[in-house]
Every structure is written in structure tokens, then in C-alpha cells.
């Protein structure tokens, strides 16, 4: 069956950066995209970014651009989020998420919690 | 404005019907993009519940369903069951944003 499992909780201080990992399994890695969404505590779903199944090509949410770089390795098919100059509005859960081009996020990761505090 | 609004909350009594609207604008739902459901529970990641404004994935129950008119989407539930309390999130593509937007999410309470 599809997984997605994500890397562990993160505590980095502001300023810092972080790089969260995706492993999927269960599918052919690179016949799917992945998106990455986050979500602060009590709010919204926010959708940051994401990397094509086919060509690898990236896009990212204009508020994230220029701080976030998603990428892959198909040859462990996982994916990575990272994210830089982390300031306390970026703690949150981040999601990674399978999508056939641009349908559905129809498998989800268990989600990865990042603290940013001094 | 590229945002999908949701009513923050929604409560019914076991059985009974709740519809959880989504309202968009030109730019998301009112230019023909589909609209997604998911249902998140406490502490958990959300599931897809209703995929391109009306179908159902394997698994999900029938009561279940989803309709889309015009800049607006809804998802009915029909026979609410205790196992429903959960957070409710509409998601459309953004053609200003370039982008998939969330909607602010909708609390089911089972009363």
C-alpha cells in the first residue's frame, strides 16, 4: 500500500534552516508529484511547494519563495522540504503529500513537527 | 482575493444531515478548478474525503457527497456518525496565485 513517512521533530533556532525528508513506498516514486503543506498550530492547511513526478520540475507558494528548495532522490524515492532564515511564525507541522499531476492529494505523510525557538 | 472561506463551525445531532459550504472567487473555484475534501481528526494528517468536486475515493462511506456551483463548493454529510467529528478543509487551484489554496476549515461536533 502507498506511505508516506516522514523524518522526525525538529527544534532549530531562529535563523537556522531545516530539511525534512519523505520516504514513499508502495508506488512508482516518479509517476507522482509531491506537494509539501504546513500547517501552524489552530490554523489553516497552507500549501508550500512542489516537485513534479515526471521532469522533477519545482514550484513554490510566492510567500515561501527564495527560502524553501524541494527536491528528490528517485533512487530512494524520498523527497526533501527545506526551508531557511526559520523565524518563530514557521513552527508548525509539515506535510508531505502524493498527488497525480495536479489532482488530489490523495496519500498523506504523518507529518513532521518543526519548533523554531530560541 | 485568492481565499476560500468556510464557516468555522457545524454541529448535528447522530443521524442527522450537515452541509459544510466553501466559497471562492473568479480566480479558484468560479474558473472551473476542481474542488477537494479532507477530513482531518485530532492529531492526525488530513484524508482525502471527496476528490474532484463530487467523487468519492475507495473506503470513504457513501453518506459522504460533495456538489460545486458556480465560485462555491459544499460537502454533505448524510447520517452523521460520532466517527465524523473532525476538521473539515475545502482546497481549489489558485490561477493568481499559481497555487493550491486551503479553506480555513469547518469543526463538525456530533452532538
Known amino acids: 500500500q502507498v506511505q508516506l513517512v516522514q523524518s522526525g521533530a525538529e527544534l532549530k533556532t531562529p535563523g537556522a534552516s531545516v530539511k525534512v525528508s519523505c520516504k514513499a513506498t508502495?508506488?512508482?516514486?516518479?509517476?507522482?508529484?509531491i506537494h509539501w503543506v504546513r500547517q501552524a498550530p489552530g490554523q489553516r492547511l497552507e500549501w508550500v511547494g512542489w516537485?513534479?513526478?515526471?521532469?522533477?520540475?519545482?514550484k513554490y507558494s510566492h510567500k515561501f519563495q527564495g527560502r524553501v528548495t524541494i527536491a528528490r532522490d528517485t533512487s530512494a524515492t524520498t523527497s526533501y522540504l527545506e526551508l531557511s532564515s526559520l523565524r518563530s511564525e514557521d513552527t508548525a507541522f509539515y506535510y508531505c503529500?502524493?498527488?497525480?499531476?495536479?489532482?488530489?492529494?490523495?496519500?498523506w505523510g504523518q507529518g513532521t513537527l518543526v519548533t523554531v525557538s530560541s | 482575493q485568492s481565499v476560500l472561506t468556510q464557516t468555522p463551525s457545524v454541529s448535528g445531532a447522530r443521524g442527522q444531515r450537515v452541509t459544510i459550504s466553501c466559497t471562492g472567487s473568479?480566480?479558484?473555484?468560479?474558473?472551473?478548478?476542481?474542488v477537494h475534501w479532507y477530513q482531518q481528526l485530532p492529531g492526525t494528517a488530513p484524508k482525502l474525503v471527496i476528490y474532484?468536486?463530487?467523487d468519492r475515493p475507495s473506503g470513504v462511506p457513501d453518506r459522504f457527497s460533495g456538489s460545486k456551483s458556480g465560485t462555491s463548493a459544499s460537502l454533505a454529510i448524510t447520517g452523521l456518525q460520532v466517527e465524523d467529528e473532525a476538521e473539515y478543509y475545502c482546497?481549489?487551484?489558485?490561477?493568481?496565485?499559481?497555487?493550491?489554496?486551503f479553506g480555513g476549515g469547518t469543526k463538525v461536533t456530533v452532538l
Open positions: 508502495g508506488y512508482t516514486f516518479d509517476s507522482k508529484s
Open positions: 503529500a502524493r498527488a497525480a499531476g495536479t489532482g488530489p492529494f490523495d496519500s
Open positions: 482546497q481549489s487551484y489558485d490561477n493568481i496565485l499559481s497555487g493550491w489554496l
Open positions: 516537485i513534479h513526478g515526471g521532469n522533477g520540475d519545482t
Open positions: 474532484g468536486n463530487t
Open positions: 473568479r480566480s479558484n473555484i468560479g474558473a472551473g478548478y476542481d
